[in-house]
T-cell receptor, first 115, second 114 residues
Framework: EAQVTQNPRYLITVTGKKLTVTCSQN?????MSWYRQDPGLGLRQIYY???????DKGDVPEGYKVSRKEKRNFPLILESPSPNQTSLYFC??????????????FGPGTRLTVL | AQSVTQLGSHVSVSEGALVLLRCNYS??????LFWYVQYPNQGLQLLLK??????LVKGINGFEAEFKKSETSFHLTKPSAHMSDAAEYFC????????????FGTGTRLKVLA
C-alpha cells in the first residue's frame, strides 16, 4: 500500500531532551516536507527537501533540523525541544515531475507535547 | 509574499444545502491553488487543485472550485452537503515559479446538520 508513515504517533517529552520524529514513504517520491498544525494557525511548513541531500527552510524552521540521506526517509530532529514546539506534526511527500502542482500525500501525524 | 485567507473558521450547513467555503490568496506571481480536507484524527488529502489549465476545477466527492483572478479567490463549493462532508478544509497556495514552498490557510471546520 502506498503510504507515508510517521513514528511515533504520540510523544510526550520534557524541555531540552533531544528527539527525532521519523518519516518514511514508499512511493519513490523526490519531494518531502514537514508541517506543524496549530489551532487557529493552520499548517505551517517547517522544512522541505527536493531530493537526497537537498533541503530548504519553510516558514517556521527555527528549533528544527532535518536530513535527507535516503530518498524514502526524512526525519525531523528537535535538538532542544521547548514547550512552544508542542504541536501536531505532519510529514508529506510528492513527485516533482509536475512541479509544485503535484499532489502531496500526508502521513497520519505525530502529536508532540513538550513539558 | 504569498498568503492565503480563509474566511470563517467554522461553517455550519444543513444536510442537502449548498456548501461554500471561501479562500482568497495573495501572490506576486501566478499561483497554484489547492484544497485539502482533513477528517478527524487523520492526515490531509487532496480534494482538488488549480494548475492554470481550467478555471473551474472539479474534485473528489462532488466538490468544485473556481479560480477568479480578478477577485484573487478560489472558493470551494458543493451543491448538496452530506453528513460525511463534516471535516476541516484547508486552502493552500504554491507559487508557479517553482519554489516548492506551500502556504496553507488557517482552515475552515465544516459542520453538517441533520
Amino acid at each position: 500500500e502506498a503510504q507515508v508513515t510517521q513514528n511515533p504517533r504520540y510523544l510526550i517529552t520534557v524541555t531540552g531532551k533531544k528527539l527525532t520524529v521519523t518519516c518514511s514513504q514508499n512511493m519513490n517520491h523526490e519531494y518531502m516536507s514537514w508541517y506543524r498544525q496549530d489551532p487557529g494557525l493552520g499548517l505551517r511548513q517547517i522544512y522541505y527537501s527536493m531530493n537526497v541531500e537537498v533541503t530548504d527552510k519553510g516558514d517556521v524552521p527555527e528549533g528544527y533540523k532535518v536530513s535527507r540521506k535516503e530518498k524514502r526517509n526524512f526525519p525531523l530532529i528537535l535538538e532542544s525541544p521547548s514547550p512552544n514546539q508542542t504541536s501536531l506534526y505532519f510529514c508529506a511527500s510528492s513527485f516533482m515531475s509536475g512541479g509544485p502542482t503535484d499532489t502531496q500525500y500526508f502521513g497520519p501525524g505525530t502529536r508532540l507535547t513538550v513539558l | 509574499a504569498q498568503s492565503v485567507t480563509q474566511l470563517g473558521s467554522h461553517v455550519s450547513v444543513s444536510e442537502g444545502a449548498l456548501v461554500l467555503l471561501r479562500c482568497n490568496y495573495s501572490s506576486s506571481v501566478p499561483p497554484y491553488l489547492f484544497w485539502y480536507v482533513q477528517y478527524p484524527n487523520q492526515g490531509l488529502q487532496l480534494l482538488l487543485k488549480y494548475t492554470s489549465a481550467a478555471t473551474l476545477v472539479k474534485g473528489i466527492n462532488g466538490f468544485e472550485a473556481e479560480f477568479k483572478k480578478s477577485e484573487t479567490s478560489f472558493h470551494l463549493t458543493k451543491p448538496s452537503a452530506h453528513m460525511s462532508d463534516a471535516a476541516e478544509y484547508f486552502c493552500a497556495v504554491s507559487e508557479a515559479s517553482g519554489t516548492y514552498k506551500y502556504i496553507f490557510g488557517t482552515g475552515t471546520r465544516l459542520k453538517v446538520l441533520a
